[in-house]
């Protein structure tokens, strides 16, 4: 591994280019993959941009995470994960899916290594010049080949998406939208912005952060307590009324008795 130096003069670590790594013996590509850093510097992040940032990202991760436990297909999702692509400086983005890969947690995404690079990248933007998401990095993401590229613009609560139209593209075509709704050919899913709310779409189903799913639950077993308290409610009543039946005819037969021992 290298140190490069970016236009401002200050060094950050970068991986090896494609034709270093493929130079390189297993132990050797070992050694480089331990000695990438599983962080990012200040200098490389962007400044903090408080809850609205934290919990559009956590929220979605949740979601996404939700819905891809329940699935066949491999989906690993990450944050803030420092990813190394060959020879390029590297990056950290606020959310990422790769497809058809082991799922396991990870310090850092050296493609090299993994043998894939991103499928699918969400930045969440607040507030400040928005040339790094919307100029950028719709610029850089296309050149290293990530098939979709999303902004979800907190600012102005409004989601852009951008895609490659086909395979060893490298210039994103703007999404457009159906009925509101920018569908995820990488996700399979579709996405949307709803009030202060970004929302995923599997088909006609809404998917649901953890939170919302254990509320939602907690709605159902109390209306199924309810169906049960009521339904035995209506048992004891019935078994009331069958006893006060039962009652009166002990009753009546009794009288009966009387009246014919009277006859005789």
């Not at 992040?45 to 408080?50: D, I, K, L, Q, T």
């Not at 990530?146 to 409004?158: G, Q, S, V």
């Not at 996700?187 to 006609?204: F, H, M």
Request: no cysteine; net charge negative.
């Amino acid at each position: 591994m290298g140190r490069n130096t970016n236009e401002g003069g200050d060094a950050f670590p970068r991986a090896p280019t494609q034709e270093e790594w493929e130079a390189m013996g297993p132990e050797e590509r070992e050694r480089v993959v331990a000695s990438l850093p599983g962080e990012v510097t200040w200098d490389e992040m962007a400044m903090p941009e408080g809850d609205k940032h934290f919990r559009a990202k956590v929220r979605t991760l949740d979601v996404l995470e939700g819905y891809f436990s329940h699935q066949r297909r491999r989906v690993y999702l990450g944050a803030e994960l420092p990813i190394y692509y060959p020879g390029e400086r590297r990056f950290a983005p606020d959310l990422l899916a790769v497809l058809d890969v082991e799922t396991h947690e990870r310090e850092k995404w050296v493609v090299s290594h993994e043998g894939k690079g991103l499928d699918w990248v969400l930045e969440v933007h607040v507030g400040g010049d928005r040339k790094k998401d919307a100029e950028y990095n719709v610029e850089r993401y296309a050149r290293l080949g990530i098939p979709e590229y999303f902004i979800y613009d907190r600012a102005r609560e409004r989601l852009e998406g951008y895609r490659l139209p086909e395979p060893g593209a490298r210039r994103y075509e703007r999404m457009k939208t159906n009925q509101g709704r920018y569908t995820s050919e990488v996700l399979g899913l579709e996405l949307e912005v709803v009030g202060a709310q970004l929302q995923v779409w599997a088909g006609n189903a809404l998917l649901l952060e953890s939170g919302e799913l254990v509320a939602r639950m907690k709605e159902k077993l109390e209306e199924v307590q309810q169906r049960v308290d009521e339904e035995a409610r209506l048992r004891a009543e019935e078994a009331r009324q069958r006893e006060k039946a039962e009652r009166r005819i002990a009753e009546l037969t009794a009288e009966l008795e009387r009246l014919q021992h009277r006859e005789e």
